[in-house]
């Protein structure tokens, strides 16, 4: 299997006042292609620094990070601009729509800052994410007209629009009554059959049931990376769930 | 990010925000208009003072006895009859720089033809006066040399006189009109050249051969003063030195003493009033450009707002793959697209209102197009000026920490 992420050796240093916080000791590990991976972690774990180092978003202070065989650490801010264009699909707790734009708007933004993709192809490109998603009929339906769960999927086919080497999920459930996540957990997993390449950061551990694959941090070190021999569907989970009739 | 897509995401961002976008507008609007107006109004007063004095003949220089002070001292009447018959000759005699000279003495008095009346100035001066303050004679003629040598009791009047004495339209050419009981016939009627700049109506003029009114009705041997016309404007200087020349001589005056006669240039007056004139379009100018820089900062506080409004959208934008420049470039376009819009607007409304000052309050305007690129370039600078500051502050937000602003 192709790696797509290799952490070597990562720490990361905050500077508090006079106060050095290690967020990150001495994490190494990698990601083949194709594994649905949960990060968890309490709060103060340093799953946020790692999410953010794993996106490009932060470098660490220490170690080497490489995304899809390019190292991270050493890049400008520009350069790692770009490569979170091209590499990453972010999904985000509160989804982060643009207000008053529709679904196509939101899904084509990160083609926009692909010069390579040309307006027609970004709009095609856009219309296939959100077919993929199942919002194949809610295209120009904006932001504000859509409930909790069709924003995650706008945020999800946004995600996919570029077509990247790994999806980073943040708390993507974490706004979504139980059904809801179960219907998001779906589509996650759905994506991940389809060959998808996604690391879901959270602190609820029901969500490593679904996954392939279980890090489990804390106090900025690793304590527990274990395969999940037994994933739990997602839609079998939904099935279970009691109607309610009110 | 290609340009088209900037202008895209920053009209739908004021699309967004419509109100509050021409709220910031308007500042410029204003700005941009006053300025556009008030130079309009200071070039148009500028300019119709310049064809006013023109048209009283820039190049006229005026002689008057007696320099307004001599060594401090402010000088008796008796000094004032410096000027004599003399000085005009030997200026016209030795002259290279007039084109015409003439004589003047006036008196003052009251005017009558049959049982009408009114107060009027009898200009006694030569032939050459016409040239020199751009008269001309519409009916009849002017008076002759003939007519100086002999005094004769002849003159030319203005319009206004004529309209005020001849009331029932009859040709005044022939008639007998009395200035102090002295008799004058009319054998000319000048053409009419309203009133000039300083609100002096130059028509209400009688014209009389100098001598008529020297002997005649002032009883007097000294001129009251010397008008000329230099050959060209810009010889003006020229001709005042070789005046001052001439009189210096004749008047027998050391080296070290004062003139005893002053010389005025139109050309004097006309620079001293377009630097009036300059100096109240920059004063309006600087006004309203005041409120372009009010309008100015109005941009820079909503681009603040805009900006910590939609700190998030930045995170988002920069954490999906937008740089720096991304950002930095989509809020400038949007501070430039209020201004550049805000300025054309000013610049249609600015004409508009220059415009209806014209014909409304009838007051000479005259938009200069440098007037309308000044104002809207520097409001083009202050939509960049001003709107760089937030964008440069979006563009160096922490996508980590904006992704999560509240």
Known sequence: MKEIIRLEHIGRDFHVGDEVVHALRDVSFSISEGEFVTIMGTSGSGKSTLLNTLGCLDTPTRGEYYLDGTPVRTMGKNARATLRNRKIGFVFQSYNLLPKTTAIENVELPLIYNPAVSAPARKQKAIESLKAVGLGDRLNHKSNQMSGGQMQRVAIARALVNDPAVILADEATGNLDTRTSYDILILFQRLHAQGRTIIFVTHNSDISLFSSRNILLKDGRIVADTTNENIRSATDALAKLPVEND | ?406
């Open chain 2, 1 to 406: 990010m290609n340009i088209t897509n900037l202008f895209k995401i920053a009209l739908k961002a004021l699309a967004n925000n419509k109100m509050r976008g021409f709220l910031t507008m308007l500042g410029i609007i204003i700005g941009v208009a006053s300025v556009i107006t008030m130079l309009a109004i200071g070039q148009g007063s500028k300019k119709s003072i310049q064809s006013q004095i023109s048209e009283m003949g820039s190049n006229m220089i005026m002689i008057q006895p007696g320099a307004d002070m001599r060594g401090g001292v402010r000088q008796s009447a008796s000094a004032m009859e410096t000027l004599k018959l003399i000085d005009y000759r030997n200026i016209v005699d030795e002259t290279r720089f007039q084109a015409a000279v003439s004589p003047t003495v006036n008196s003052s008095g009251q005017v009558i033809y049959g049982a009408n009346n009114k107060p009027g100035t009898i200009y006694g001066v030569n032939q050459d006066y016409l040239e020199i303050r751009r008269y001309s004679v519409n009916d009849g003629s002017m008076f002759t040399e003939q007519d100086i040598a002999s005094a004769a009791k002849v003159c030319v009047v203005g319009k206004t006189v004529v309209d005020e004495l001849f009331t029932n339209g009859e040709n005044p050419v022939g008639k007998v009109i009395r200035f102090n009981k002295i008799p004058f016939t009319i054998i000319g009627v000048l053409t009419g050249k309203g009133y000039n700049s300083m609100g002096m109506d130059q028509d209400d003029v009688i014209l009389a051969p100098f001598t008529t009114i020297q002997k005649r009705v002032l009883a007097i041997t000294h001129l009251q003063g010397i008008n000329a016309s230099a050959i060209k404007e810009e010889y003006t200087q020229q001709a005042i030195d070789e005046i001052t020349e001439i009189l210096r001589r004749n008047h027998k005056l050391k080296a070290e003493d004062d003139d005893d006669f002053t010389i005025r240039s139109m050309e004097e007056l006309s620079s001293m009033m377009t630097s009036t004139m300059n100096l109240l379009t920059i004063l309006l100018a600087s006004v309203a450009g005041i409120s372009l820089l009010v309008g100015g900062i109005g941009i820079m506080n909503i681009m603040y707002v805009s900006v910590t409004e939609r700190t998030r959208e930045i995170g988002l934008r920069m954490s999906i793959g937008a740089r720096g420049i991304d950002i930095l470039s989509q809020f400038l376009i949007e501070s430039i697209l209020i201004s550049v819009t805000g300025g054309l607007i000013g610049v249609v409304f600015g004409v508009i209102m220059a415009l209806l000052i014209k014909f409304g309050a009838n007051f000479p305007i005259y938009i200069q197009s440098w007037s309308i690129i000044l104002s809207f370039g520097v409001c083009t600078l202050t939509g960049i000026f001003f709107g760089w500051y937030p964008a440069k502050k979006a563009a160096q937000l922490d996508p980590i920490e904006a992704i999560r602003f509240e």
